[in-house]
């Protein structure tokens, strides 16, 4: 019993010191948290399932739509990893059919409307070296226009949500003074 005491611990040991190489060596965010935070959405309605899986960059008092999000430019819809989209049934999103599977998810912001795109492409990462999105426009399988709600009260942190209030879901996303709503609809 203490031989093999004696060989976990040294196997521990090993283990720790290589996940402090690593972190300190190739990759520093092993151990520090993100500064754009991975998180998972999920509307779960009778036997439809959505989830969208992103980033959340904060605001950090800096101009967002407009600035740091440019206008009339694809942006990867959060922060490091491509937005994915995922759907168990098939949806009607601005009466285009949208099959049951997994998106990413592309945004065009401007003052008064987005321009959202479903992709049928799955990106490892949301930009390229040169910080261009990676998005392409072949792969979009539904691309629609909504218009801007400018809301009062200054959201933080960039927030996906599902709202279901009157039955009638919509996807939803704000950052900063902006809110935006895309109505999804299944087929009965």
């Known amino acids: 019993m203490n031989k093999l005491f004696k060989w976990f611990f040294g196997f521990l040991l090993i283990v720790a010191i290589g996940l402090f190489c690593y972190s300190y060596f190739i990759d520093d965010s092993l151990l520090v948290p993100r500064k754009s935070p991975i998180d998972t959405v999920t509307l779960v309605e009778n036997d439809l399932q959505l989830d969208v899986v992103y980033n959340r960059p904060s605001k950090r008092g ?17 922060a490091n990893e491509a937005t994915t989209f995922k759907t168990n049934k098939p949806l009607k999103i601005n009466n285009d059919s949208l099959p049951a599977g997994k998106y990413t998810l592309w945004t065009i912001p401007n003052d008064s409307t987005w321009q959202i795109m479903f992709n049928t492409k799955q990106y490892a990462w949301g930009v390229d070296k040169e910080m261009k999105p990676m998005r392409e426009p072949e792969f979009d ?44 609809e299944t087929f009965d």
Do not use: C
């Open 141 to 184: 399988i539904i691309s629609l226009a909504v218009p801007v709600q400018h809301i009062n009260k200054t959201v933080e942190q960039f927030t996906i949500g599902f709202d279901n209030t009157l039955d009638v879901i919509a996807l939803t996303m704000a950052w900063d003074k902006t809110k935006i709503e895309v109505p999804i």
């Open 62 to 78: 800096r101009e967002i739509f407009g600035g740091l999000v440019p206008y009339k430019e694809v942006w990867r819809t959060g």
